[in-house]
């Protein structure tokens, strides 16, 4: 019902920026589905965490390791989700997951994002 395909992951140095992008598709949308959309992150050993979500009204909700340095934004007409990412930081590297929510969770595949110091 809702697909999602991460793009924009790499390697950068600390104090850089990246920019991830997430194509989201699916009879979700189609049938014109309040879908929430997000990005979480999963670093070695610890557990997947939220890092941003925004609602199909633009409320936002961030996690308070990435405000002021992350920006979550939706193009509802592209089904799209971008995550800009700035001032990044060694403890910012992690695996992260596109997430889309309408009655259960959806993930992409993951885009690792690698910060170096």
């Known amino acids: 019902q809702v697909q999602l395909v991460e793009s924009g992951g790499g390697l950068v140095q600390a104090g850089g920026s990246l920019r991830l992008s997430c194509a989201a598709s699916g009879s979700a949308f189609r049938l014109g589905w309040a879908v929430r959309l997000g990005w979480y992150r999963q670093a070695p050993g610890k557990q997947r965490e939220l890092v941003a979500t925004i609602s199909e009204a633009g409320v936002t909700n961030y996690a308070d390791s990435v405000k002021g340095r992350f920006t979550i934004s939706r193009d509802k007409a592209k089904n799209t989700v971008d995550l800009q990412m700035s001032s990044l930081k060694p403890e910012d590297t992690a695996v992260y997951y596109c997430?889309?929510?309408?009655?259960?969770?959806?993930w992409g595949q993951g885009t690792q994002v690698t910060v170096s110091s």
């Open positions: 997430n889309g929510w309408h009655r259960r969770d959806y």
